[in-house]
């Protein structure tokens, strides 16, 4: 694993970023998210032996840094969120997924359809677990708000 | 205000967001937030992908339905990001009708950028991944190329209203057989990294993270409805790539 694909997740991330029409001064922050989720994916490796473990920590991390930013500009999380899942997606395994049962490697093709999905699973768990927590904080605090002017 | 100018600024503001992109609970809930703070006493609002509808009621027995089809959506987080940037202010600040109108005209208008950007922007997002896939830099040239090619194919179809699934069948198509004949014609040994660059700005990332938002919001029905299309695209991108890899696998015997 090369630290520098961390790179090439920004770049990837900021010409998506563009694409998909975010304002100009939060294009950089948006992008910047990738950049970490590529980081968190590379540290996650050098201790799991997993991809999909690695993937939920990315997710995590990256989804953590889009609530913040969140709070931070008052724009919606999801601005942030789109962009830096990009790098996480798992084009190449939906390719080689395809590519097996073309050859006629259907035990192959199945196998790696699964670890698709395992990935993707483990993209969703991440996006649920940070944005279900983020909002019970922020109604807890709202509530403790109104209280204390009551 | 007057309760049908409250319904059409809410209404307007609804059909901007849902067509812009935003999870169906951002837009309920922007929508009931702004006639809330507009003075209405009770907001029942319906919004599916496709359909929003709002039941407004003041004060007695005076009361207004809503409801518009949306035809037309595609992806711009400028405009989300403005009008619930407007919603939340409309909470703090008295607006007229005219201002808010105003208002809601201005973030319509505002520019998406230059159209030479985004079309490199698709060539420089492949070329990206094509070497954070482990691509040699002459593979990520070509990803580059191929790119900013199904950037103008996709742009030239959907001129015609074409469907989103054809789009990127035709999509994946282009990509593989450029990708096969260019390697075939012996200018790069393989074709894998070029294909898995070339496919990422047609990966559903939008649908798939929004169609997870409104699942955790509690609404499965646009959750399901945006999880099927991006399940679509994917199978599409799948199916389009596959067809040219199969022809030259089986018609010219190469091995792949």
Known sequence: MNFITCLYAFGGSLAFAILMNIPKNKLVLAAFGGFIAQFTFILGHLYFDSTVI???????SLAFYSEVMARQTASPATIYLVVSLIPLVPGSSIYYTMLYFVQG????????????LAIAGALSMGIIIVSSTSKLIHRINQKRNTSQVK | MTLSEIGHIAMEMGTLLLSSGAETYRVEESISRVCLS??????????????????????????????????H???????VDQINDLSRRLGREKLSYLEIIKE???????PEYPLFLQIFSTGFAAFMF?????????NSLFAFMIGIMIDLQIRYMAKFETNRFFMTVIAGMLISTVAVVVTLLGFTDSFNTIIIGSIM??????????????VIAGDYLAGITKGLEACLIAAAIAIGIAIPISFFHSILGVII
């Open chain 1, 54 to 60: 690695s993937c939920f920590l990315a997710t995590l």
């Open chain 1, 105 to 116: 490697d259907t035990q192959t093709g199945i196998e790696t359809g699964l670890y698709t």
């Open chain 2, 38 to 71: 507009l003075g209405v006493k009770e907001a029942e609002i319906f919004v599916i992908p496709s359909t929003i509808i709002i039941y407004l009621r003041k004060s007695g027995d005076e009361a207004i339905t809503r409801t518009r089809r949306i035809h």
């Open chain 2, 73 to 79: 959506r595609a992806i711009d987080l400028t405009t």
């Open chain 2, 104 to 110: 809601i005209e201005t973030i319509r208008a505002i």
């Open chain 2, 130 to 138: 094509a070497l954070f896939f482990n691509a040699t830099i002459k």
């Open chain 2, 201 to 214: 700005p047609l990966v559903p990332g939008l649908a798939i993270t929004q169609s997870l938002r409104d």
